[in-house]
């Protein structure tokens, strides 16, 4: 069975994810709703991998450092003016992405071991993931114009 393989996938996906909105929220403390929605959506991907821990200690995880690879920055503030936000964003979109099918994998595979546990794991974690996806798109649509338009 696979399912360990994807399970320390999702949970280091989501770890990652958490990781990357702090991060942006840090770095862009000067803009106006960037780190209070970014924490909070760290902290949601710290729960995500919370809600984990009993499918993991059931099923077990294989380590998987594939999410890790997928963070190619550090937002370390290199990246300044809208065209840095720009980038941090797209690249948080990304991660969040992996998450979001890394859940839908598992949640398929959830329905076929007829797990209600995991389903109810899923619906929730899922939800806030697309909420995120949903944040970080109008936000980096809000960016975009100014970043590529104007010159800094």
Same mark, same amino acid.
């Given at each position: ?21 702090? =991060? ?19 902290? =949601?991907?710290?729960?995500? %991998? ?48 992996? %998450? ?19 389903l109810d794991v899923v619906a929730l974690c899922q939800g806030e993931t697309a909420e995120q ?20």
């Amino acid at each position: 069975m696979h399912l360990p393989t994807y399970l320390g996938m999702l949970e280091h996906a989501e770890r990652t994810l958490a990781d990357a909105f702090r =991060q942006v929220a840090e770095s862009r403390r000067d803009e106006s709703d960037i780190p209070v929605l970014a924490r909070r959506m760290s902290a =949601q991907c710290t729960a995500h %991998a919370g809600r984990l821990q009993p499918v993991i200690e059931r099923y077990g995880k294989q380590e998987d450092e594939e999410p890790e690879r997928l963070c190619v920055s550090e937002f370390s503030g290199e990246r300044s003016g809208g065209l840095g936000l720009l980038r941090d964003l797209h690249d948080v979109y990304v991660l969040a992405h992996f %998450a979001d099918i890394t859940w839908t994998v598992i949640q398929q595979t959830a329905q076929a071991l007829s797990n209600q546990e995991l389903l109810d794991v899923v619906a929730l974690c899922q939800g806030e993931t697309a909420e995120q996806i949903r944040w970080l798109k109008t936000r980096m649509k809000a960016t975009a114009p100014q970043a590529l338009l104007v010159a800094r």
